[in-house]
């Protein structure tokens, strides 16, 4: 499905990656989203959970519709590039998660966004910002987030 809804969503932007430290203190809002089974399925595949190398092969406790945690965390940067950006010229390279926790199952019918806040901003010279951005995903319905992590992403100019 993907987007599901802008409702409620907001942008933190900047006119050029060099104010990338304007951002600093800013939060955003992602619209909601909900992820596909035929994504899922192809998520599974592509990174070999379709294939159990244990003997509870077939079992699934957690039923149907799990989306897996590190095929949600593979969603922040669709998710963070419609909420968190720059104007200018500019390339935002991953550069890695901290803190990651799953804190509640997130399913293919369960609609999520997710909030940011931008807690520091770190000047790498000539290489561009280092902006390190606090996430939760919110599932619509609970108060238990989904995840939380912390994204890095150099922003640098192109």
């Given at each position: 499905?993907?987007?599901?809804?802008?409702?409620?969503?907001?942008?933190?932007?900047?006119?050029?990656?060099?104010?990338?430290?304007?951002?600093?203190?800013?939060?955003?809002?992602?619209?909601?989203?909900?992820?596909?089974?035929?994504?899922?399925k192809d998520f599974e595949k592509a990174s070999?959970?379709?294939?159990?190398?244990?003997?509870?092969?077939?079992?699934?406790?957690?039923?149907?519709?799990?989306?897996?945690?590190?095929?949600?965390?593979?969603?922040?940067?669709?998710?963070?590039n419609h909420s968190l950006w720059s104007e200018?010229?500019?390339?935002?390279?991953?550069?890695?998660?901290?803190?990651?926790?799953?804190?509640?199952?997130?399913?293919?019918?369960?609609?999520?966004?997710?909030h940011g806040h931008v807690r520091e901003v770190?000047?790498?010279?000539?290489?561009?910002?280092?902006?390190?951005?606090?996430?939760?995903?919110?599932?619509?319905?609970?108060?238990?987030?989904?995840?939380?992590?912390?994204?890095?992403?150099?922003?640098?100019?192109?």
């Amino acid at each position: 499905m993907g987007i599901l809804s802008t409702e409620g969503a907001t942008t933190l932007t900047v006119p050029h990656p060099s104010q990338a430290p304007a951002l600093l203190g800013g939060t955003f809002t992602t619209p909601w989203f909900v992820v596909d089974d035929e994504r899922t399925k192809d998520f599974e595949k592509a990174s070999y959970h379709d294939e159990y190398p244990h003997a509870y092969e077939g079992e699934d406790e957690y039923g149907d519709g799990l989306v897996e945690g590190f095929h949600l965390l593979s969603l922040l940067d669709v998710l963070c590039n419609h909420s968190l950006w720059s104007e200018g010229p500019w390339i935002a390279w991953n550069y890695g998660l901290d803190n990651v926790r799953f804190v509640s199952v997130i399913r293919t019918t369960d609609p999520f966004r997710v909030h940011g806040h931008v807690r520091e901003v770190i000047d790498r010279g000539d290489q561009g910002h280092l902006v390190v951005t606090d996430l939760r995903a919110e599932v619509r319905g609970r108060e238990r987030p989904g995840f939380v992590a912390t994204q890095r992403a150099l922003w640098s100019t192109v």
